[in-house]
């Protein structure tokens, strides 16, 4: 439902109100905008979609919205009136309420409203509701087996060819033209095929090749992989291999690495038992004969070469980068502006997802958590703590309705907040919806407050141990598969100081979410830290391939160029 002809009065009390420090919300202002929820259906909905009402809940005060919410509902389900003046707010002291109690009684009283008029609608609570408010049509049942991680000049066939390096692939047959291509499979076992080449992708252990030339990289922690020919299976042993295969089903084999067990699709007499090939050896098979040919690995494109890109076709491949550099350093350096740096963005850095009130964090303007030396125009970082949300709008929505791939990173460090402090420590970095949805949607990464690498996605939360370490800086980089017809997914990696960040896709994630289904458009980005949180964050990029977001001089040319 999109929200209009709110009072003007409405958002500056919301911003106040969930902002404000005790003393600053006086009573009558607390009565008026108590006023405005109780009356305004379309104001409650709103002020619903902005709270957070599990971050920040102290300890000593969950018992007591629990029994608020519990009265309210028994009181509801006698007479389910939506306009019915709460009566948990009678409760709260009509002098200096404090900041927690504004809080969580509207908090309450607002989840109270929501669920009646979700029940006066719908019949249903929202907890009960099963179906999703934004699905997909017709979409395929594939599962996804492999991931096109790089091609270079490739001409494509068939009914459903692939569209960019980055591309998730379903079980499906494609059929490549000209050009070479390289497939990581979800086992880890990479494959490259020079055009032109027609293969099915069985499964993450498992292609078919019905004719073409293709190099084999086994991977050690993968299970043995068959590639079926028309008349042969190859099995690799540790290998390296090159097969070229006619339309009448010989090959030429070439091993380079380990060995090669081959069997025939149809036993006879010549491969009564397996034919073992090792490395260093060339056959030429046939269904019923195996003979020796001469090695040649330079018949083969064993990598997928590379092609030097222009300025122009990199800076269309970075959407969205942030130094968090200010344009000028202040009197104390922390209160420097960095709000409006970047480029790929509609707006500043905002306090609320509506508000023109800039964002409140620490700048940082001569330091920076990148491991490479950065110009002056880099430098820079933030210091967000305290409860600390700050938000910006992309200029370019992330789209999950449609086929693309998204990258994004980020480094972030936990400072040491001392031994004395428990609770929530979180701190993240999400997407999300500027358009208000009946079941909200984001994409989050970032550190819980038991310090474990997390991912939420979908429906999702996905936590990896071992935890990361307080003062150390890590390296964050999501790629986001978004797709038209068939299943989403979400990946993220966490890089260590000590670790080499890959200059391709890595074969293993920290947190990788199963498909799920989403169409929403992401078109903004909140970082959020816990009231209890302290966190640096630097060098946020999102891009469209996994170069975009890691290379460290991407940017700088970038910024030279403007």
């Known amino acids: ?71 309210a509902i028994e009181e509801t389900a006698q007479e389910p009136q939506f306009y019915q003046e709460p009566q948990v707010i009678k409760d709260v002291p009509s002098r200096r309420r404090a900041p927690y109690l504004n809080y969580f009684f509207v908090a309450a009283a607002s989840l109270m409203m929501f669920l009646t008029l979700e029940w006066i609608v719908s019949g249903d ?38 569209e960019f390096s980055g591309q998730r692939l379903l079980t499906n047959e494609l059929i490549l033209e000209q050009g070479v291509a390289e497939f990581r499979f979800d086992s880890g076992v990479r494959l490259i095929i020079e055009g032109p080449t027609k293969i099915n992708m069985v499964s993450a252990c498992c292609a078919k090749l019905a004719y073409g030339k293709t190099v084999l990289h086994g991977y050690e922690a993968s299970p043995e992989f068959a590639l079926i020919t028309p008349l042969l299976t190859f099995h690799d042993i540790g290998t390296e291999y090159g097969a070229r295969i006619d339309k009448d089903g010989e090959v ?35 269904e019923t004969a195996v003979d020796k040919i001469q090695l040649q690995p330079e018949l083969f494109n064993r990598e997928v070469p ?41 707006n500043p850095w905002r306090k609320q997802i509506h508000s023109r ?15 490479t030396e950065l110009t002056e125009n880099q430098l820079g970082l933030i210091e ?65 407050s038991e310090s474990f690498a997390t991912l939420q996605a979908g429906m999702q939360i996905v936590e990896t141990a071992p935890p990361l370490q307080t003062g150390e800086t890590y390296f964050f980089v999501a790629k986001i598969v978004a797709s038209e017809k068939a299943a989403d997914q979400v990946f993220l990696r966490t890089f260590s100081e000590a670790e080499t960040i890959p200059d391709r896709e890595p074969p293993v994630w920290t947190c990788v979410t199963t498909p799920f289904q989403d169409s ?12 209890q949180g302290d966190f640096l964050f630097d060098e946020l990029r999102i891009g469209t391939t996994w170069g975009s977001v890691i290379n460290p001089d991407l940017p700088r040319l970038i910024l030279e160029k403007k």
Not at 138 to 160: I, K
Request: glycine share 6%.
């Open 357 to 371: 009130e800039l964002a409140k964090g620490d700048s940082h303007p001569r330091k920076s958590l990148a491991r």
């Open 1 to 71: 439902m999109v929200i209009q002809d709110l009072p003007p009065k409405f958002e500056q009390l919301l911003n106040q109100l969930l902002n404000s420090q005790e003393g600053e919300f006086s009573t009558s202002e607390f009565e008026q905008f108590q006023s405005i929820l109780s009356t305004d259906p379309q104001a409650m909905q709103r002020y619903f979609e902005y709270i957070d009402i599990n971050s920040g809940i102290q300890t000593h005060m969950s018992e007591r919205l629990q029994a608020l919410e519990e009265t």
């Open 384 to 448: 967000l703590r305290k409860g600390k949300r700050v938000w910006r709008t992309l200029e370019k929505p992330i789209l999950m309705d449609t086929n693309a791939i998204y990258y994004l990173s980020f480094y972030m460090q936990k400072i040491d907040s001392g031994p004395d402090v428990s609770g929530e420590q979180f701190g993240n970095l999400s997407l999300q919806t500027s358009v208000v949805l009946e079941h909200p949607r984001k994409i989050l990464f970032g550190m819980s």
């Open 252 to 286: 030429d084999l070439h091993v380079f690495e380990g060995a090669v067990r081959v069997d025939p699709n149809q036993k006879n007499e010549q491969f009564a038992e397996s034919v073992i090939i090792n490395a260093g050896q060339a056959r030429h098979l046939k």
């Open 125 to 162: 609570f929202l907890w009960n509701q099963t179906s999703d408010s934004i699905t997909k049509k017709n979409l395929t049942d594939l599962p996804y087996v492999a991931t096109l991680t790089r091609s270079t000049d490739c001409v494509w066939g068939g009914e459903s060819p692939p």
């Open 306 to 346: 590379g092609a030097p890109k222009n300025l122009q076709a990199l800076q269309q491949e970075l959407r969205v980068y942030d130094s968090f550099h200010p344009s000028a350093i202040s009197d104390p350096e922390r209160l420097s502006e960095w709000q409006n740096a970047g480029i790929g963005w509609e």
């Open 520 to 531: 929403n458009q992401f078109d903004l980005v909140r970082i959020h830290v816990a009231r």
